[in-house]
Nanobody, 122 residues
Framework: VQLQASGGGLVQAGGSLRLSCAAS????????MGWFRQAPGKEREFVAA????????YYADSVKGRFTISRDNAKNTVYLQMNNLKPEDTAVYYC????????????????WGQGTLVTVSS
């Protein structure tokens, strides 16, 4: 499985961005997907996850109500809509595949994309 994340960029606080993660491979539609982020000097942290059908979602408290994860299995793509962005959201955002379901733990993800940088200015 290969993952290609895109959609990052520079945005002012209060603005919005939509990240996309395109996946190759047949396991996408039967796998959970997650978004994580890593700010400079910090550990990678969980942002959001979605089940294989899109029926279940799970968010970190820090983004709940502002970010929305979704997926389109016909396009092998998962999205992260980010609204009301804050400077503390600045990080490299990674998408990942979890073949066994939903999780907030990086160790339970099997494949990772290369990351896309999101910078939020104040």
């Amino acid at each position: 499985v290969q993952l290609q994340a895109s959609g990052g960029g520079l945005v002012q606080a209060g603005g919005s961005l939509r990240l996309s993660c395109a996946a190759s491979g047949r396991t996408f539609s039967s796998s959970g997907m997650g978004w994580f982020r890593q700010a400079p000097g910090k550990e990678r942290e969980f942002v959001a996850a979605i089940g294989w059908s899109g029926g279940y979602t799970y968010y970190a408290d820090s983004v709940k109500g502002r970010f929305t994860i979704s997926r389109d299995n016909a396009k092998n793509t998962v999205y992260l809509q980010m609204n009301n962005l804050k400077p503390e959201d600045t990080a490299v955002y990674y998408c990942a595949v979890n073949r066994w379901g939903l999780s907030r733990y990086t160790s339970e993800y099997d494949y990772w994309g290369q990351g896309t940088l999101v910078t939020v200015s104040s």
